[in-house]
């Protein structure tokens, strides 16, 4: 394999498969990109996993405890595709705790409600799935492959969040309120879920040339947009921007102005939650690192002795 | 369904239950006959579907805490994995206490809606675990008991208890060899790991007592119900044997067969009843 041969597979689109010869800066790109995704997995299982004790029906317990297990899953599987890559999932775990590697800014944001856990599934997961579908066809094989699996799961995870609001909006005045200002508080950090605008996006240009990225940020958050208003309608629920309006010329919604000082801040590190997502991760991993230790010597010990 | 229409689609239909499939069955038994057997006191069978139902409710609430909080991801897995299986026995045996009980109480109510001095469950799974050996200790001891347990069950005369014991069987025969593939990983692991792992289980060997003792529903309900003493030479058994590959030693301390419920119930009560009484008239 050579420069030549990489670049004929990009654009016959094909795979490249993990012992490829591939750039440098493809190979720490991709690193990165399905790093911070499973970082995002990881952390992401804290605001939901937070209500699981607390869930009012047994239905809704058992429902939560399966999603939130299934984000324990994503991120083992992603951290598995970064290790084809030559990447080490314990060095990945202390890249995140050190804050040398980041995550999605979205789960620095907390969970007030139990109306928080479904519309996370409905707009969280919702842009989660229209980051992640395109990246189905990314040109690194290992995560294309990981991603079906990914999209099929928070496919999943959206229509169950969707069904609780539907739920609690046929409840009592109390719960409809509850989903109105969950709604209220989330849609603004859905939106940024996508990243900055195009202008501001310095690695979109190289990403879409080796395909690991398919549409622009921009694109894929009007995309977003234009899908949720009809979801709001039939939700029975308002979404907080006085610009949101169909635009019959260019046949999508126009919507107000991102605060992008508040992604800037909570991209920072200065989220609501920041430091505390960091802090629980890093107390599993100290608090676990006696077992770990302890399965590394058994594991020892029974290779010395012959079975 | 095209992936690229997977988002569109939320609204494309009206049956969105069908979603969150595998939880709400209109009959949550499955078909399973439900009429009660011959000469089976109904106020029996109720309070003996609660003791097993409460045991899995109340250690699933000890590893839903947990979430988050495991020592590696594959444990993460398993340890959600294990706490959605009692989860799901907890929920069949609600229903079924529900069902004998004849007033219209559904699993949520017993879970919710009761009162501490109401839960059956053995003091085994109340205790908030200090650290991973704890949480092994006690699954161990747990799942060897209740592996004996629901072995038996599947011949019982009550079909409902009989269906839940055969399906448990596969569940928890899962949840007995992780917890002893880890009391042999961390007994016969560091001397740090030996020490945890020593520490959990003497801190849990008092509460076993109780899990032998023979008790008076149970006794009302020959042929439907399993006699706990019945289960001890299988217990010690398999018990032995993982000591052994542990190196680990049988505590010592007497085992205390008295019953009732510790300080700590209310508060995993006041976690898992709390914002279900604070929404009355709440649809979820």
């Known amino acids: 394999m050579s420069e030549q041969v990489f670049e004929a597979t990009i654009a016959k689109d094909q795979r490249i498969e993990p012992r490829d ?9 991709m690193i990165r990109q399905i790093a911070q995704h499973a970082h995002s997995e990881i952390i992401g299982m804290q605001p939901e996993g937070a209500w699981i004790t607390r869930a009012p029906s047994l239905r809704r317990k058992a429902i939560l405890l399966a999603k939130v297990q299934d984000e324990a899953g994503h991120g083992l599987y992603l951290y598995s595709a970064a290790e084809t890559l030559g990447a080490d999932r314990g060095d990945l775990t202390r890249r995140l705790i050190e804050g040398r590697q980041k995550y999605s800014s979205i789960f620095n944001y907390p969970t007030l409600t139990f109306a928080d856990v479904g519309v996370i599934g409905w707009l969280v997961d919702g842009a989660a799935i229209c980051n992640q579908v395109p990246l189905c066809r990314s040109s690194f094989g290992p995560y294309a492959r990981a991603m079906i699996r990914i999209c099929k799961e928070e496919s999943f995870h ?15 005045p109390a719960q409809r309120e509850m989903v109105q200002d969950a709604v209220n508080r989330w849609w603004w950090p859905s939106l940024m879920m996508f990243g900055p605008p195009d202008g501001e996006s310095p690695n979109t240009a190289q990403s879409m040339a080796w395909k690991i990225k398919r549409h622009t940020n921009d694109e894929l958050r009007q995309r977003f947009v234009d899908m949720s208003v009809p979801q709001a309608e039939a939700l029975g629920v ?28 909570v991209i920072s590190g200065d989220g609501p939650m920041n430091a505390e997502r960091i802090a629980n991760r890093r107390r599993a991993d100290e608090e676990g690192a006696w077992v770990r230790e302890a399965a590394a010597a058994h594991a020892a010990k029974k290779q010395e002795v012959p079975a | 369904m095209s992936f690229d229409d997977a988002y569109q689609a939320l609204t494309d239909h009206d049956d969105d239950a069908r979603w969150a499939y595998g939880t709400g069955f209109a009959d949550p038994l499955a078909g399973v006959p439900t009429e009660l057997p011959e000469g089976v006191d109904a106020a029996d069978l109720a309070a003996y579907c609660l003791m097993l139902g409460d045991d899995a409710l109340i250690l ?24 959605l299986d009692l989860l799901g026995q907890a929920r069949l045996l ?25 839960f059956r469950h053995v003091r085994l799974v109340e205790r908030q675990d200090e650290h991973f050996g704890h949480l092994i200790a006690r699954l161990l001891v747990f799942s060897v008991w209740r592996l004996a347990l629901l072995d038996r069950l599947s011949a019982s005369r009550d079909p409902v208890l009989a269906a839940i014991g055969a399906k448990g069987v596969k569940e928890v025969a899962y949840h007995r060899e992780y917890a002893a593939g880890w009391a042999v990983r961390l007994g016969d692991g560091t001397p740090l790991s030996h020490e945890r792992m020593q520490a959990g289980l003497d801190a849990v060997w008092p509460l076993i007592g109780e899990l032998f003792e023979p008790h008076e529903v149970e006794q009302r309900l020959p042929g439907v119900a399993i006699d706990r003493a019945s289960l001890r030479s299988e217990f010690d058994a398999v018990i032995a044997q993982v000591l052994e590959a542990a190196t680990l030693d049988r505590p010592t301390s007497a085992p205390s067969s008295e019953r009732g419920h510790g300080p700590e119930l209310a508060e995993i009560l006041a976690e898992m009843q709390g914002l279900a009484r604070a929404t009355p008239g709440g649809v979820w």
Request: charged fraction near 35%; proline fraction near 3%; avoid cysteine.
């Open chain 1, 21 to 29: 010869w591939m750039p440098d800066g493809y190979r720490k790109t």
């Open chain 1, 158 to 172: 959206q229509r169950q969040g969707y069904e609780l609001l539907m739920t609690m909006m046929r409840g009592t």
């Open chain 1, 238 to 265: 308002t979404l907080p921007d006085a610009d949101l309006r169909w635009n019959a010329e260019r046949e999508h919604y126009d919507f107000g102005e991102i605060d992008w000082s508040e992604l800037k801040r």
């Open chain 2, 60 to 83: 699933s609430h000890r590893l839903q805490q947990w979430v988050t909080r495991a020592p590696e991801l594959e444990d993460e897995m398993a340890i959600a994995n294990i706490a």
């Open chain 2, 94 to 118: 609600l229903t079924r206490a529900g069902e004998a009980e004849g007033a219209g109480r559904g699993e949520d109510d017993l879970a919710y809606l009761r009162e501490a001095a109401e």
